[in-house]
């Protein structure tokens, strides 16, 4: 399985951007996917995840009501909307996929496969 990240950039404050993730294998739609973020010289941390079939949600408390995370199976992608984005947003932003149950968990070990991850920078 390899996941491609796409749509990230130099954005100002209070701007918007899409991320997009697209997924090659099959079977998709049979794994929660989420996204996680490394902001300059942290650890990895969790930002969403999304059920299988798109209908559960999970964020961090951090990005409550500004992310959204959806994900269309027919296209194998899982996108993430990120609005009123701040400084402190400012990460490597990666897609992961689950290992196959359908928790949403905030652990990075709970996933198989990861991106390469895509850069967001909010400048303050």
């Known amino acids: 399985v390899q996941l491609v990240e796409s749509g990230g950039g130099l954005v100002q404050a209070g701007d918007s951007l899409r991320l997009s993730c697209v997924a090659s294998?099959?079977?998709?739609?049979?794994?929660?996917m989420a996204w996680f973020r490394q902001p300059p010289g942290e650890g990895r941390e969790f930002v969403a995840a999304?059920?299988?079939?798109?209908?559960?949600?999970r964020f961090a408390d951090s990005i409550q009501g500004r992310f959204t995370i959806s994900r269309d199976n027919d296209k194998n992608s899982v996108y993430l909307q990120m609005n009123s984005l701040k400084p402190e947003d400012t990460a490597v932003y990666f897609c992961?996929?689950?290992?196959?149950?359908?928790?949403?968990?905030?652990?990075?070990?709970?996933?198989?496969?990861w991106g390469q991850g895509t850069q967001v920078t909010v400048p303050s």
């Open positions: 992961a996929q689950g290992r196959g149950g359908g928790a949403l968990s905030v652990d990075t070990g709970e996933y198989t496969y």
């Open positions: 999304i059920s299988r079939g798109g209908w559960t949600t």
């Open positions: 294998g099959s079977a998709f739609s049979s794994y929660v």
